[in-house]
Nanobody, 132 residues
Framework: QVQLVESGGDLVQPGGSLRLSCAAS????????MCWFRQGPGSEPWRVLA????????YYADSVKGRFTISRDNAKSTVYLQMNALKPEDTGDYYC?????????????????????????YGRGTQVNVAS
């Protein structure tokens, strides 16, 4: 059974750092592209922030380039998101997702999500609150 379990969210001051973790089980992590996406407060749409392809190529949304780093440890079956220089607008629920193999243009997900399903699974999320 596929499971994705996020952790590491917290309340942090602007300019601070957090490291999120996503523990994956039930599948071979190395075979899939993985991402972190955020849902902001209220009814904000999902935003894919960072993608790690199965060849470990990475892609980032413009809003987090230079501040966030996605990485993976296939041996530990874990995906990470290192977040630095956090801003109040980074506040939200952060989710780890396994990207569907039907998606070939991974970078495009950081700009706009397609209307169809682009993921296979995602976890329950972890909350990040950036505030003074």
């Amino acid at each position: 059974q596929v499971q994705l379990v996020e952790s590491g969210g917290d309340l942090v001051q602007p300019g601070g750092s957090l490291r999120l973790s996503c523990a994956a089980s039930g599948f071979a992590l190395e075979a899939y592209a993985m991402c972190w996406f955020r849902q902001g407060p209220g009814s904000e749409p999902w935003r894919v922030l960072a993608i790690s392809a199965n060849d470990e190529t990475t892609y980032y949304a413009d809003s987090v380039k230079g501040r966030f780093t996605i990485s993976r440890d296939n041996a530990k079956s874990t995906v990470y998101l290192q977040m630095n220089a956090l801003k109040p607008e980074d506040t939200g629920d952060y989710y780890c997702a396994r990207i569907s193999r039907r998606i070939h243009d991974l970078e495009a997900l950081t700009v706009r999500l397609p209307s169809g399903l682009w993921y296979d699974w995602y976890g329950r999320g972890t909350q990040v609150n950036v505030a003074s």
